[in-house]
C-alpha cells in the first residue's frame, strides 16, 4: 500500500532562517506531488505541484522554492523565512492522470518568531 | 482563488443525527472530491464525484452533484462522535484536472 512520509511535524523558525521540509512516498511510481498551506480556519492554498522529477509548478508568487530531486521525494525551501511564512504544510500525492483522489501527509506546523 | 465555498461554516449535531454540508462553485468543472480533516491532521479523501453523475454512495456517506447549480452536498447518516472534523470540497478543471481548489470548510462537531 502507498504511504506518505512528512517532517518535521512541528517547527520553530526565526525570522531569516532558512526552511527545509520533506516529504517522501512509497508505494507508488512516478504520482503527481503537492505543497500546500493552510492557515487558521481556511481551506487549503496550493504553493507547488510536481508532475515529474525536476518539474516544478509554482501557482503563488512568495519566499518559498520547491524541489523533485528524485521521483518520490518533494522538498519545500526557503532562503530566508518571513513572520508570513507561518501556517501549516502540507504535501500529497495523486496518481497521475486527471480526477484522481489526493493522498495527504500529516502536515508540519511552522511557526516563525 | 478559491472556487468551492461550503456552507454552513460550522455545524453543530446530536450523535445519531444526519449531517448535510452543501458545496457552491463558480467554474464548469470535471469532478468534485469531498475531504474530512481531524484537528491538527492531512486530509482524508472521502469521495469523489465526476460532473456525469448525479449522486454517489460510499457507506454513510452520500454526496450529489448538480451541475446545473453549481452545487454539491455531502451527507453523513448516522453520525457518531468520530466524525467530529472539519469537512473540504474540492474541484478540479481544466486540461488534466489533477489540480485541485480546496473550499474553506465546514467545522462539523457531533456531540456524543
Known amino acids: 500500500s502507498q504511504t506518505i512520509h512528512q517532517w518535521p511535524a512541528t517547527l520553530v523558525q526565526p525570522v531569516g532562517s532558512p526552511l527545509s521540509l520533506e516529504c517522501t512516498v512509497e508505494?507508488?511510481?512516478?504520482?503527481?506531488l503537492y505543497w500546500y498551506r493552510q492557515a487558521a480556519g481556511r481551506g487549503l492554498q496550493l504553493l507547488f505541484y510536481s508532475v515529474g522529477i525536476g518539474q516544478i509548478s509554482s501557482e503563488v508568487p512568495q519566499n518559498l522554492s520547491a524541489s523533485r530531486p528524485q521521483d518520490r521525494q518533494f522538498i519545500l525551501s526557503s532562503k530566508k523565512l518571513l513572520l508570513s511564512d507561518s501556517g501549516f504544510y502540507l504535501c500529497?500525492?495523486?496518481?497521475?492522470?486527471?480526477?484522481?483522489?489526493?493522498?495527504f501527509g500529516d502536515g508540519t506546523r511552522l511557526s516563525i518568531l | 482563488s478559491q472556487q468551492g465555498e461550503e456552507d454552513p461554516q460550522a455545524l453543530s449535531i446530536q450523535e445519531g443525527e444526519n449531517a448535510t454540508m452543501n458545496c457552491s462553485y463558480k467554474t464548469s468543472i470535471n469532478n468534485l472530491q469531498w475531504y474530512r480533516q481531524n484537528s491538527g491532521r492531512g486530509l482524508v479523501h472521502l469521495i469523489l464525484?465526476?460532473?456525469?453523475?448525479r449522486e454517489k454512495h460510499s457507506g454513510r456517506l452520500r454526496v450529489t452533484l448538480d451541475t446545473s447549480k453549481k452545487s454539491s452536498s455531502l451527507l453523513i447518516t448516522a453520525s457518531r462522535a468520530a466524525d467530529t472534523a472539519s469537512y473540504f470540497c474540492a474541484t478540479g478543471s481544466g486540461a488534466g484536472s489533477y489540480q485541485l481548489t480546496f473550499g474553506k470548510g465546514t467545522k462539523l462537531s457531533v456531540i456524543p
Open positions: 508505494g507508488t511510481s512516478n504520482p503527481n
Open positions: 500529497a500525492w495523486s496518481a497521475q492522470g486527471g480526477g484522481q483522489p489526493q493522498h
Open positions: 464525484i465526476r460532473s456525469n453523475e
